[in-house]
């Protein structure tokens, strides 16, 4: 259960308010209190379902009201999905992420999917997976396989939700969410930032996330990325600097959770993500391609790390999941735990 009161939305936008750099710090100090700051969890992310999706997401080429070019693809075959997970493995990723473009899996593909989370689990990775709306019995299904992540992100606040997606309820992705943590798998939830949504609009995003009955354990920040023959495809661009106080405000709001820094960085300069990892992100997406997107190389990525003094963590630690992790955060906690957290708010 969360372990403060809930967050209001004038505590909330005066985060959002606050002196850039101010709030850098607080950030800053509020999430090495929780993690190491040199250490950045890596994932891969692998569509293994592209395209034709029902859902009419106005940011999303594989839906299958946009003409964008993309072709669609059956489910992937087990083994091929395995064989992207070893390469995966190889390249420094410790979490594995399968992502299909559907509105909700059917029963007839729940036996692949659990090959798949079992066969990855075998290789020492972490599982994750984003299939749409779950109902209780297949979450507990994968939940079974051994599945560690669900993936079902709100996007942005109940306000503006109705002028990008109108296919699928607010509440529906809350109901997945609580469907996802009954079942014992943890949730990754977060959502986007460029939808043509308002500051009032991120903290509202922001709230719903830190006020669930337990935050996300991972919570990625997307910048959207336009593509052509979507509705969104002419959007302005979002000021990078409105992007990193987004992080930082999440780092404070859930200060145990793995902020990641998700789709969007091909178009962020290097140093837009090292603010943000000075902001408090501490995960991204490893590899080429983020599902149909287009993301920095594994190798462009460890030349930044390495110009930012970070290290990609070589075995999974999430937070309370891990003695080595929870010994890493009764070190770094100490006795005025909350007083940052309690100032920043």
Not at 88 to 97: D, E, L, N, P, V
Not at 124 to 144: K, V, Y
Not at 202 to 224: F, K, T, W, Y
Request: aromatic share 8%; charged share 20%.
């Amino acid at each position: 259960m969360t372990t403060h009161a809930p967050w209001t939305y004038e505590q909330t936008q005066a985060l959002f308010e606050k002196p850039f750099l101010e709030l850098m710090f607080a950030a800053q100090q509020i999430h090495r209190q929780h993690f190491d700051p040199r250490q950045v969890q890596v994932s891969t992310l692998l569509s293994i379902k592209t395209g034709a999706c029902p859902e009419d997401c106005k940011y999303c080429p594989q839906s299958s009201r946009y003409k964008t070019g993309l072709e669609s693809e059956r489910l992937m075959e087990v083994e091929q999905v395995l064989e992207s997970a070893r390469q995966a493995k190889a390249a420094g990723s410790t979490r594995f992420c399968m992502g299909a473009a559907w509105k909700n899996p059917h029963d007839r593909d729940m036996p692949y999917l659990e090959q798949m989370v079992q066969g990855v689990k075998q290789l020492g990775m972490e599982t994750c997976m984003t299939l749409g709306s779950l109902n209780g019995d297949q979450a507990q299904r994968l939940a079974s396989a051994g599945l560690d992540y669900y993936n079902h992100n709100l996007d942005t606040s109940p306000e503006f939700y109705g002028n990008i997606i109108t296919t699928r309820s607010y509440q529906e992705r809350l109901d997945t969410l609580q469907e996802v943590r009954g079942a014992g798998i943890k949730v990754c939830s977060g959502g986007i930032v460029g939808l043509g949504e308002t500051v009032k609009d991120r903290a509202g995003l922001l709230m719903q996330l830190a006020n669930l009955p337990v935050p996300p354990e991972s919570v990625p920040i997307n910048m959207l990325v336009k593509v052509k023959g979507t509705p969104l495809a002419d959007n302005a661009d979002v000021d990078p600097f409105d992007f990193i106080r987004t992080i930082a405000v999440a780092r404070i709001m859930m200060p145990r959770s793995y902020v990641r820094l998700s789709a969007g960085r091909e178009q962020m300069s290097e140093q837009t993500q090292a603010m943000c990892f000075m902001a408090g992100a501490n995960s991204i997406f490893y590899g080429c391609k983020l599902l149909t997107t287009p993301n920095p190389a594994e190798d462009k990525d460890l030349i930044l790390f390495a110009k930012l003094g970070l290290n990609p963590q070589q075995t999974a630690t999430e937070m309370g999941d891990n003695q080595q992790q929870d010994a890493l955060t009764a070190k770094l906690i100490t006795a005025d735990n909350d007083q940052f957290y309690n100032a920043a708010r």
